[in-house]
């Protein structure tokens, strides 16, 4: 019988965050975006979620159909235009406008809640209603919800190359809980950094989900913190140190 995690992690603000994210990451100018690069990059992570069987929003699904069509539209051979016709717009430009108004908001959504922390140290009041949209604490370390799913997503394709076809999979049920416990002893008994890698030793899928899952949780229950000291390096889990 097949075992299903649906999960829902609200640490995913939405297509256009990632977009963003990949942006800051591989430095790309938002003025002139390879949508050839920045769609296969994407479509990389929808396909990780889809493999970790994470509840993705249809949002997700819509930006990846706009992704390949302003990408088909870029590929189609430019129409000579005749002197009286009218410039024909950039297929990317309303995805830019998009991220950039996109960007001003985090960045605006940053801003009010640093005011918001520096107001409480004056008096206390109810909190703000508005929801921010900046990168969801995972908790201080470093490293967010992103980077980690590109590392689970390269543990993933590792494990199809290294692992061949079998006609027979025998499947057992892992409760998160005791994953979470297993973890937690591993990484106090090394007593230094632990790479992210190192917690995922089987080449079960349904053992990579799961370690995946009971990670995160502990990051949110601020036992674990999860580091990338330079972009593009292995993510390494420690125990959490309150500063």
Sequence with gaps: MS??????????????????????????DIYD?????????????????????LNIASEYLVMAAALLEIKSKLLLPAPSLELE??????????????????RKYKEAAIHLKEREAEQSQVHTRPPLSFQSTDQPALPEGGANMYDMLEAI???????KWQQPMETSVQRQEIPIEQRMDEIMETVIRVKQPLLFTELF???????????????LELMKQKKVSCKQENNL?????????QE
Excluded: C, W
Excluded at 154 to 159: G, N
Excluded at 201 to 215: G, L, N
Excluded at 233 to 241: A, E, K, N, R, T
């Design 233 to 241: 390096d292995d993510l390494i889990i420690y125990p959490y140190q």
């Design 85 to 102: 016709e009218e410039y024909e717009e950039d297929p990317r430009e309303e995805l830019m406008r998009r991220l950039i108004e996109y």
């Design 153 to 159: 997503g390269k543990i993933l394709e590792r494990r």
């Design 3 to 28: 075992i299903h995690y649906q999960v829902k992690l609200d640490s995913f603000e939405g297509p256009l965050d990632l977009l963003l994210h990949l942006i800051n990451k591989y430095e790309i």
């Design 33 to 53: 975006i390879p949508v050839s690069e920045i769609t296969a990059q994407y479509l990389t992570y929808i396909h990780t979620m889809q493999e970790l069987e």
């Design 201 to 215: 030793p089987t080449k079960t899928r349904t053992y990579v989900v799961v370690t995946f899952i009971a990670i």
